[in-house]
C-alpha cells in the first residue's frame, strides 16, 4: 500500500487500540516491528521507519513497538526530542506511538499460535531492527520472525527469517535508509532527519577517529544531507544557558552535537537509572549445559565521576539490587565518556564486572578468562574489589557493547570450572 510518511505517522495513533482490542478477528494479519530492548536513538528511529518501509511494500500497515516502558523515554532526552520534532512536523505526537507496556505482546502472541486456532500460522510476522535474535524475555517471539535489519555480531538465531540483512555498518538506520534508498530516491525531509540523526550519533558524525562510520554509513548520510530540511540559522549546542536545545540546526555537526549533549545528560541519574537507561539481556549457555542470565547497561558517565558522586559502597549496593531484580547471573556495566586527565578531557571506557552469589564459584574463572581478551582490561585504580564485583579501565576503547557481548559470551560457552 502506497501512502507517504505523514499519513502513515497519523496512522500511528490507532496502533495502540488494534492490539488491545482482545479480539484476534478484529486484529487480523498483523506485522510488528520491534526495536531492541536498550530502545536508543537508533533501535526507535530504526524501528519506526522501517514499519514506514514495510508498509509501502505490503498489504497492511506495519505497526512499530517502542521496545521500553512509556515512562522511560523520559531517561532518554535525546530520543524525546528527536521523535517530538519529527512527528509533530508531520501531524502526530509522542503519544501516539506504542510502547511495549502499552498492551500485553505475549496475549497478542498467543492468538497467532497454531494451537490456539483462532487464525491460521502465519497471519503474524515480526521483523525485529537494531537486533536479530528476540531479547531473552521476548523468545516466544523467534516462530515469526520473518525479518531482520541489524548491525550486531549474527547470534545465529531465527534463521528461518526470510529477510536477514545483518551487517556491522555503524548504525542499524543506515541498513534501514539504504532499504528506502532502493525503492525510493527522494523522500520525506522529516524522515530524512529521523534516519539522519542516529547515524551520526552511533558514528559520532562520522568521525574518522572513532572508528565506527563505514562506507555505507557515509555514502547514506550523503544521500540523506540535501533531503534534510536546514535552518538558516546557526544554533550552537556548546552553551552552558538552560535555553531549550531544538533540531531546527544549520547542518549535520549542530544536528549531532544537539543530540549528543542529551544524550550525555545523565549526571542527575540515580544509580539504578543509569544501569536501566540502556540495558540489555540475554542468555548464554557454558559447556555443562548451564543457562548464564547476563545483562550489560551501557552507562555514559565515567565511573571517576560516579564514584565521587556516590560512592564505591553505593554504587556495589545499586548493582547486586539489579542482579536481583533482573535475575542475573552476571551483569556488566560498560562506563563510557570523557574526564578530566592531567587537565585534558579524554575519552575512555571503564568496566564493572559482578556477579550473582549463585555463581560465586564459577566468578574467579571467567574474570580469569575476561582479562586476558583483547578487551585490555586492567584493575581500575582506586577501587577494591568486593569478590562478587570488580573495576576495570578497558583500555580498547573502540570496543562498544557491539564487541563486548560476544566477547564475554564466548568466555562463558568456553568455561570448564566446576
Known sequence: ??????????????????????????????????????????????????????????????IPIINVNRSDLALRPDCGLLL???????GASIQD????????????????????????PGELEVWLADHN???????????FVKGIVDHH????????????????????????GTMIREKEELIDPVLAKMILSPILVDTANLS?????ATDKDRACVSWLFPQVQWSDVSV?????????????????????????????????LSSRDLLRKDYKQWQVSDLSGIVWNVGISSVGYRLKKWIKRDGQTTIVDAVDRWIEDQGLDIALVMNHGKVKENGVKTYGRDLVVAFSASKENRSLSIIDSLVKTDL???????????????????????????????????VIESDRSP
Do not use: W
Open 1 to 62: 500500500m502506497t501512502t507517504s510518511f505523514s499519513l502513515f505517522v497519523k496512522s500511528l495513533a490507532s496502533n495502540t487500540a488494534r492490539l488491545t482490542s482482545g479480539s484476534p478477528s478484529s486484529v487480523g494479519k498483523l506485522t510488528l516491528v520491534l526495536g531492541n530492548e536498550s530502545a536508543d536513538l537508533d533501535s526507535m528511529a530504526s524501528s519506526i521507519s522501517l514499519a514506514y518501509t514495510l508498509t509501502q511494500a505490503g498489504e497492511i500497515p506495519a
Open 153 to 176: 555480531v549474527d547470534e545465529g538465531r531465527c534463521l528461518s527469517a526470510q529477510t536477514r540483512i545483518i551487517d556491522m555498518v555503524g548504525s542499524c538506520a543506515t541498513l534501514v
Open 208 to 212: 574518522p577517529t572513532a572508528m565506527k
Open 97 to 120: 506511538l506504542t510502547f511495549i507496556d502499552d498492551f500485553d505482546l505475549r496475549s497478542v502472541v498467543k492468538h497467532y499460535e497454531p494451537a490456539e486456532n483462532y487464525v491460521v
Open 236 to 268: 550552537s549546542a556548546d552553551k552552558d544557558d538552560d535555553a531549550p536545545l531544538t533540531l531546527d540546526v544549520q547542518n549535520t555537526t549542530e544536528l549531532y552535537k544537539t543530540l549528543d549533549k542529551l544524550k550525555g545528560q545523565v549526571s542527575h
Open 376 to 410: 585490555n582490561l586492567v584493575p581500575y585504580v582506586g577501587t577494591n574489589d568486593t569478590g562478587l564485583v570488580r573495576f576495570y579501565s578497558q583500555l580498547k576503547t573502540e570496543a562498544s557493547r557491539k564487541q563486548v557481548f560476544p566477547t564475554v559470551k564466548q
Open 133 to 143: 535474535a528476540p531479547a531473552s524475555r521476548q523468545q516466544y517471539l523467534e516462530p
Open 84 to 90: 517530538s520534532t519529527t512527528l509533530q512536523a508531520s
